[in-house]
């Protein structure tokens, strides 16, 4: 079955420490990856997406993401976190010839100021 | 414009109850998801309605779970028969259509505790 998983379900950082989330997807079609932020009391939002071409994509807030389809993998990364990073972070998958996107279990970043 | 809204954002019932969850898409979009976000659980799809066309409901976790779409705008998520397992936030989507290209804009979801 088609699945996306977060390993890291809390992550506590200081300010201006590196970001790294892991996410991996399990599905052997084309698939596109997109990583959402809910930050608190806020809207579910979209940081980045990848749909083809270059692997390395560069979203919103300094936010980047590399797809690397021999690990299955679109890790989230930011060279140095600020305090306004604190949020909730999802990875999501969507497959082709559905409509549907699978998302993992989420990571709540806590970055201390 | 404005964006997807819910009603209500929060709703506390008594198990064996119905409840009735609303959505307002965006204007124009046609695509709409509905969501259950369970503590620990990440998001869930649960239904997906494009335009005029059947609903995928292949997510629904039960009979108990329905969803419609009227005049292709607002949707209502019914839950009979509430039982603890349901509660949890639901939340709303919409996009210009469906599918890759086009983003989904979250509602800011409701928060069912059964009791």
């Known amino acids: 079955a088609q699945s996306v998983s977060q390993h890291n379900h809390h992550v506590i950082l200081s300010e201006a420490a590196s970001l790294e989330l892991g996410c991996n997807y399990s599905y052997g079609g084309t698939v596109n990856l997109f990583w959402y932020v809910q930050y608190p009391g806020q809207h579910l939002q979209l940081l980045l997406k990848?749909?083809?071409?270059?692997?390395l994509v560069k979203g919103i807030k300094g936010f980047e993401a590399e797809f690397i389809k021999s690990k299955f993998s679109f890790n989230l990364r930011k060279p140095s976190v600020q305090w306004s990073d604190t949020a909730e972070y999802f990875c999501a998958a969507f497959t082709s010839g559905t409509y549907k996107y699978i998302f993992g279990t989420g990571t709540r970043l806590k970055v201390l100021a | 414009g404005a964006g997807v809204s819910q009603s209500p954002s929060n709703k506390v019932t008594e198990k064996g109850k119905d409840v009735e969850l609303r959505c307002d898409p965006i204007?124009?979009?046609?695509?709409l998801y509905w969501y259950r976000q369970s503590l620990g659980q990440g998001l869930e799809f649960l239904i997906y309605f494009q335009g005029n066309s059947a609903p995928d409901k292949s997510g629904l976790p039960s009979d108990r779970f329905s969803a419609e779409r009227t005049g292709g705008s607002v949707s209502t998520l019914t839950i009979q028969r509430t039982q603890q397992e349901d509660s949890a936030v639901y939340l709303c989507?919409?996009?210009?259509?469906?599918?890759?290209?086009?983003?989904?804009?979250f509602g800011p979801g409701t928060r069912l505790t059964v009791l």
């Open positions: 990848y749909f083809s071409g270059d692997p």
């Open positions: 204007s124009g979009h046609t695509a």
């Open positions: 989507a919409s996009s210009m259509r469906g599918g890759l290209l086009n983003e989904q804009f």
